[in-house]
């Protein structure tokens, strides 16, 4: 793609923004500087990953891929306003299905130990799970504040914490994985993922796109339960005081 190409794609910007103003949303400042940064960063983590595919150095592309964990944890942890150390445990999450599913694909020689697949490949895993973890604490919190007499009079009767919130934290994995789970069920019929679109349009045949994209979706909803059930064990203790009784 050409340059006056990709320019000429500024028209969709523009498009939008004219809605914007249309329908008096107040979102044209937004959409300026969504769209600047998307430009800037998406050109800097290209050449970025141009250096690294280069060098094919294991310590550099662990570091890139420790980097997308700290940046997708701390975006996640957000959503968990009121919990302690929410970072480090959203970190855990994410951290631990990329462990799982990506080191499988690597032990079983699924895909080549190469910056140029470890990489773009950990950024979907990472991605999804940094939405399964959002999805998560906002319904964790919702579910505790929904059911705090629930917890209590089961922690009266002699429950303990993780018996209590049981019920909060299966809702709040549920709910989080509805997304993931919906999204597999419609493709192929509402939409043709990035990756498979990505390599059809650089040529691939669409069979073996096929293929590499069932790799993703099959990785994406193990990370998906994963991250929500890691998360669910390492966050449930927060909703509780010194004292055993809810904290949320």
């Given amino acids: 793609m050409s340059l006056w190409s990709l320019a000429l794609t500024l028209a969709f910007v523009a498009a939008a923004m004219l809605l914007s103003v249309w329908r008096r949303l107040g979102l044209e400042k937004d959409m300026v500087i969504a769209a600047v940064r998307a430009t800037v960063q998406l050109l800097l983590i290209g050449y970025v990953l141009k250096f690294i595919f280069h060098v094919d150095h294991a310590a550099l592309t ?11 944890a701390d975006n996640a942890s957000r959503r968990g306003n009121g919990l302690a150390g929410r970072f480090c445990r959203v970190w855990l999450a994410i951290a631990a299905s990329e462990i799982a599913t990506q080191g499988f694909l690597l032990a079983a020689h699924v895909v080549p130990s190469k910056p140029a697949y470890i990489i773009p490949i950990s950024g979907m895993i990472i991605g999804n799970a ?5 999805l998560f604490l906002n319904r964790l919190r ?3 504040q929904a059911r705090r007499d629930e917890m209590l009079v089961l922690l009266s009767l002699g429950a303990t914490p993780i018996q ?14 509805i997304p993931t789970i919906d999204s597999t069920k419609t493709m192929g019929l509402v939409q ?9 349009l650089a040529g691939a045949d669409p069979i073996q796109a096929v293929r ?3 790799l993703i979706v099959f990785a994406l ?4 339960a994963i991250t929500t059930l890691v998360l669910g064990f390492l966050t449930y203790p927060r909703l509780f005081n010194e004292y055993h009784q809810p904290a949320v």
């Fill in 62 to 72: 662990a570091a890139m891929v420790l980097v997308m964990s700290c940046v997708a």
């Fill in 130 to 134: 940094m939405v399964a973890s959002a």
């Fill in 212 to 214: 590499y994209q069932l």
């Fill in 221 to 224: 909803m193990a990370s998906a």
């Fill in 164 to 177: 209590a919130s049981g019920a909060v934290v299966k809702a709040a994995v549920k709910s989080s994985m």
């Fill in 192 to 200: 043709l993922p990035g990756m498979m679109t990505g390599q059809i």
């Fill in 142 to 144: 919702a579910e505790a």
